[in-house]
């Protein structure tokens, strides 16, 4: 099971940067954000094929490929910006993640608008 391999490589990589840190703390860190991007690039293929799947299914049930790429793009700024305030809390930068967080709101609420108005527009259309 591929989940092994990842608990298995995340538990060698925290007892090694549990060792690690004592001594040279900006190595530990980097073999953090190291194997956070080899785990990423390990489920680059699920990725992969959920969008895949999902692009499939909007053109079964006629739905607009841009609302798609939009869903899809606040996925991607969700995904990102946790992997990145999760690095910036691992080296101790709790405020910088606060504010990556903070600023993956706003591009998430501003992918969201047209998907909004497109609500907005069919409910408008439903009353008298």
Known sequence: ??????????????????????Q?????IQLSIVAGVVIFSMMLGKINSVVTLMH???QKS????LYLGTILKIVG??????FG???????????????????????????AVPIIVAVFDSLLKLLP
């Open 24 to 28: 040279r703390p900006e190595l530990a």
């Open 85 to 111: 305030a999760q690095v910036c809390r691992d080296a101790g930068e709790g405020t910088i993640a606060a504010k990556i967080e903070f600023a993956a709101k706003v591009i998430v609420i501003v992918l």
């Open 62 to 65: 006629s739905i607009s490929i």
């Open 1 to 22: 099971m591929e989940i092994l391999k990842i608990v298995g490589l995340g538990l060698v990589v925290t007892i090694l940067v549990v060792i690690i840190k004592q």
């Open 77 to 82: 700024v969700a995904y990102i910006a946790e």
């Open 56 to 58: 499939e299914l909007a």
